[in-house]
């Protein structure tokens, strides 16, 4: 029996909505600048959809929102920084604790969780929503255990274990694309995935103000400058690429742990005069420098659904990614954009070449912007979400 059915006879109905309004929470682990966005995003879909909307998380996640008056936010501080393998384990426990505390805090407060940024392997917090007697759904942003993998953290296999006792848990999984299930693994949870993207975009913010025929053949790459996305493939592919086409430009923007290496390779290789480091940009800022730029380039080595590459698509900027995670549902090779075979930076560099002489290029931004115009609408990420709660299973 559907959950709006079992609450429908205790009178909680917001007027004028057919659905049944639950109080909800949102779990991430302690975020940065990065995952605002995403967080955002889920938050003004699921505004509609709760009576109260209450949000516990951390570093940038607490400070961007803690004034916001349509949700209720609850702060936890994180340790980050630690080498030690075994004093990171301890932060990490102690958050958990402390986001654990929250929940039983809030007990009253919430029908329902969901966890979502960096939240996979919160088994603690989950454990204490399960035992409420609370719903659970994780909202997958991406894989951290990919991350990690990636990276070749030490935790990695720790966290793949915490991983599958959430998934375990949860009452159901929330992906961007039916890819993610067969590239992160989970077959065997298929019966409680549902594919639901929380992308939307603001078309009155992100829009073509320049005709890509008006702008310089200028290449970028703006998001976190980490090794998972490709960053360093990308600085590689710069000199490979300028010797085929020496009249480019280049933008790199973004924050991260490789940001004093880039500046170190930028001087080294003599391409400071060619290469524009912006470092972080704000996001009311970004579709003045996604209008400027002719190709944007995402080399990552694993994705969930990045909101960068369907802002570009918006602002008629042609995108050049990897075929990792749901890019491949809304990038279609010489249609809406162009998909490398790998992120070598032999293979970016000789790409953004073809890409750039490509003939047909201002027909694939119109095909683009449709297909966002269409898709990835504030109506209809609120749908998808409205259908999944109205089916969670009702709990006791």
Known sequence: MPIIEILRSHGKWCVGMTEKQLDIGIITFPISEAGTIPLSNLINVLCPLSNELHVVTGGAGYTSFVENKNVHIHGVEHKAGARNVF????????????????????????????????????????????????????????????VAQAQRDRLAKILSLLQSITYRLSDRIIMYSERLIEEHGLQKYRRKIQIAPRHFLDFNRFKITRRLGERDDCVGYIGALSKVKGVSNFLEAIPKALEQKNKLEFLIGGSGQLQGEIEVYLGNQGLNRKVKLLGWIPHDELPNYLNDLKLLVLPSYTEGLPNIILEAMACGTIVLATAVGAIPDVIKDGETGFVMEDNSPECIASNIIKALNHPNLEQITKNARTLIETEFTYEKAVERYRKILSELPARN
Do not use: H
Request: proline residues 2%.
């Open 87 to 146: 004093a990171r384990a301890i932060n990490y426990v102690w958050t958990q604790s402390r986001m654990l505390c929250k929940l039983i805090k809030l007990k009253k407060e919430v029908d329902l969780w969901l966890f979502f940024v960096g939240a996979e392997g919160l088994v603690l917090p989950m454990l204490t929503a399960k035992l409420l007697g609370r719903g659970v759904i994780i909202a997958s942003a991406g894989s951290g255990l990919k």
